[in-house]
Every structure is written in C-alpha cells, then in structure tokens.
C-alpha cells in the first residue's frame, strides 16, 4: 500500500505493510537483513509506544501517529540494540529506512497517509 505524506504531497514508500496482529507487531524486523521496507504497527488504542532494536541489525527511522495519523514524534536513526518510547500518545508506529526523515522533511504536525 502507498505511504505518504499528505502535508508535503510526498510518497514515503510504494509498498508499506500494517501489522496488525500480535505474532507479527513483535516480530517486526528481528533477524532480517537490511531492505528498504515499511512496517506500520497498528495498535488498538492510542498510547505511549516502546520500541526496541533487539535482534535488529542496521539503524530505522520511525514516526509516530496518533488516531487521525497526524505525526506526533519521530525517531531519526533508531540504532541496534537500543530502545525507544514515544514522546506523546499514539496509535502508529512506522517504520521506515534510515535517513528517511530527513530525506523526505517529516515533521511533527504532518498528515500521513495509507
């Protein structure tokens, strides 16, 4: 499905996957190699969301939206091995690859779509 920021009227990635169940949201990218993929954590309610690179070997970026999917913090360079909390209640968390921030100027306050 096609990710985009709808503010800046740019695409983010062609392909991006929710995860919606349990089984695959704590799989995640544990134990892949590197690729250019998007991952959208969908949780049941908005809330503080942990992160962890546990078993992830190459460095994300990750967005945080909340129920209207309205980028409420960002994650630049989410490094292996290191954990990560969301500054302000959400209810997506998107993964995307390193340097995708900065490259596509998300900001807190942007309207994502998918």
């Given at each position: 499905?096609?990710?985009?920021?709808?503010?800046?009227?740019?695409?983010?990635?062609?392909?991006?996957?929710?995860?919606?169940?349990?089984?695959?949201?704590?799989?995640?990218?544990?134990?892949?190699?590197?690729?250019?993929?998007?991952?959208?954590?969908?949780?049941?309610?908005?809330?503080?969301?942990?992160?962890?690179?546990?078993?992830?070997?190459?460095?994300?970026?990750?967005i945080?939206?909340?129920?209207?999917?309205i980028?409420?913090?960002?994650?630049?360079?989410?490094?292996?091995?290191?954990?990560?909390?969301?500054?302000?209640?959400?209810?997506?968390?998107?993964?995307?690859?390193?340097?995708?921030?900065?490259?596509?100027k998300?900001?807190?306050?942007?309207?994502?779509?998918?």
């Amino acid at each position: 499905m096609l990710l985009k920021n709808i503010t800046k009227n740019k695409v983010l990635h062609k392909d991006a996957r929710i995860l919606g169940n349990i089984l695959l949201k704590s799989v995640g990218l544990m134990f892949s190699v590197k690729q250019d993929k998007a991952l959208i954590f969908k949780f049941k309610d908005e809330k503080i969301i942990s992160l962890h690179m546990l078993f992830v070997f190459y460095p994300i970026d990750v967005i945080f939206l909340d129920k209207n999917r309205i980028v409420v913090d960002k994650k630049d360079d989410f490094r292996p091995f290191t954990f990560y909390a969301s500054k302000k209640k959400a209810m997506y968390a998107v993964e995307l690859s390193n340097g995708a921030i900065k490259k596509t100027k998300i900001e807190i306050g942007d309207k994502i779509g998918f």
